[in-house]
């Protein structure tokens, strides 16, 4: 098959979830002998390296980058705020990019035209005006719901207000989106039930997260410090929140009860508001050069998400490399772990503090998460996720 794959950001270099889930998408077909063409939109946040990029993966999928400027604009969210339309969305759509687009389209004919999220969506008249192809969405996340919740936890009422309104114009504009491409290929079943649940009738099928599970089981051991840490991409809300609500409401209980353990906080775009500011026992590092080898330098793995959808990519990075890890429920959302038998889920202050003093205090508690995690994540293997994708291709282009 020929699939046409539109980026919200460069999948490559592989530096947060979002990029990795990405690759392994492109990795995956292209390793089941099927043609990819890539068009990127890059930004401040995530530039467009085509020096850091393998020289094959450049001639196989014909990468192509455009630069839009998704910084807040004041009079673009003023005219948004006048008209029906989502402006966390259409700061995403770009006439230079809707140019690309045009001219692959009038030059190439595809089997498959694969929108990775909701903010390519914009592109889908320019996509029915040139292309008989069918259009599949990949959502990383039920978007609207991340701005709810973080909108119920903003202290300034004026804030809280304007981001309220702001989740129910995405709501309404993903609902009516979602209900108008040929196909949904969420990353987990419980976003699946969602959408259900919503009343999108779009042909749908659960499409999770893939690994090489053979890349993570050969990652050379090391020296591992009794410590926890969090890594995850720092500029993205639902992280900053969760970080934020462990620090000030279960750190210090922790640190009281367990003065010698630390806590490592890694991450690209670290906010200045955590570099600034000192916990006892808590650094922050920021970016790491070699996440895995951080990942596997450290016992505990924490993931305190409040409001989020989709997969935590990197809980099954942690999960692969036998990591020990307390999460929130939302936080495992989508990886079909049991508490106690492959992490430990704890919601409340009491059951943070609980799980950590457990897996510090219970003698083979660690090893036992780790050994049971690690064979859990035989289930996440691309090649067979890649399969289910296509098979969910050609059934769209059939319907």
């Not at 020929?2 to 390793?31: E, Y």
């Not at 530039?47 to 450049?58: C, G, K, T, V």
């Not at 804030?159 to 309104?165: A, G, I, Q």
């Not at 989508?334 to 950590?356: R, T, Y």
Request: glycine share 6%.
């Amino acid at each position: 098959m020929k699939i046409l794959q539109l980026c919200h950001k460069p999948p490559v270099p592989a530096v947060d979830g979002g990029c990795i889930a990405m690759n392994n998408i492109t990795q995956g077909l292209l390793k089941a002998g099927h043609q990819v063409k890539i068009i990127t939109i890059f930004t401040h946040k995530h530039d467009f390296l085509q020096d850091e990029m393998n020289e094959d993966y450049i001639a196989k999928t014909d990468i192509e980058g455009v630069f839009v400027d998704t910084r807040l604009n004041v009079m673009d969210a003023y005219a948004s705020f006048m008209t029906s339309d989502s402006y966390n969305v259409n700061r995403f759509f770009s006439t230079d990019f809707d140019i690309k687009l045009t001219r692959t389209l009038k030059a190439e004919k595809y089997d498959v035209i694969h929108l990775e999220s909701l903010f390519m969506t914009p592109y889908m008249g320019t996509i029915r005006r040139l292309s008989k192809a069918p259009v599949v969405v990949r959502t990383h996340n039920l978007e609207y719901v991340i701005w709810e919740k973080i909108a119920k936890g903003t202290s300034n009422v004026f804030k809280r207000v304007y981001l309220s309104y702001l989740s129910r114009k995405l709501k309404n504009y993903e609902l009516k989106t979602l209900n108008e491409v040929h196909g949904i290929a969420s990353i987990s079943e419980e976003d699946k039930k969602r959408f259900e649940r919503l009343g999108i009738r779009t042909t749908m099928k659960s499409i999770p997260f893939g690994i090489d599970y053979n890349k993570y089981s050969e990652y050379p051991e090391g020296e591992t410090e009794q410590a926890l840490f969090h890594l995850g991409s720092m500029d993205w809300s639902p992280n900053q929140e969760g970080i934020l609500w462990f620090l000030q409401e279960i750190w210090p209980k922790v640190h009281a009860l367990k003065p010698n353990l630390k806590l490592y906080l890694a991450g690209r775009n670290m906010p200045n508001h955590l570099l600034n500011r000192s916990w006892p026992n808590v650094s922050v590092i920021g970016e790491v050069l070699d996440a895995k080898q951080f990942m596997k330098s450290k016992a505990i793995m924490i993931v305190p998400l409040l409001s989020a959808g989709g997969i935590r990519v990197k809980i099954i990075e942690g999960l692969a490399l036998g990591k020990a890890i307390i999460s929130t429920s939302i936080g495992a959302e989508g990886i079909d772990c049991v508490h106690d038998q492959q992490l430990l889920i704890a919601d409340s202050i009491s059951e943070w503090v609980k799980g950590i003093t457990r897996l510090i205090d219970e003698e083979g508690l660690i090893e036992r998460l780790g050994r049971a995690g690690k064979e859990h994540t035989k289930n996440f293997d691309n090649d067979h996720i890649i399969e289910d994708l296509i098979h969910f291709y050609k059934k769209i282009k059939t319907s």
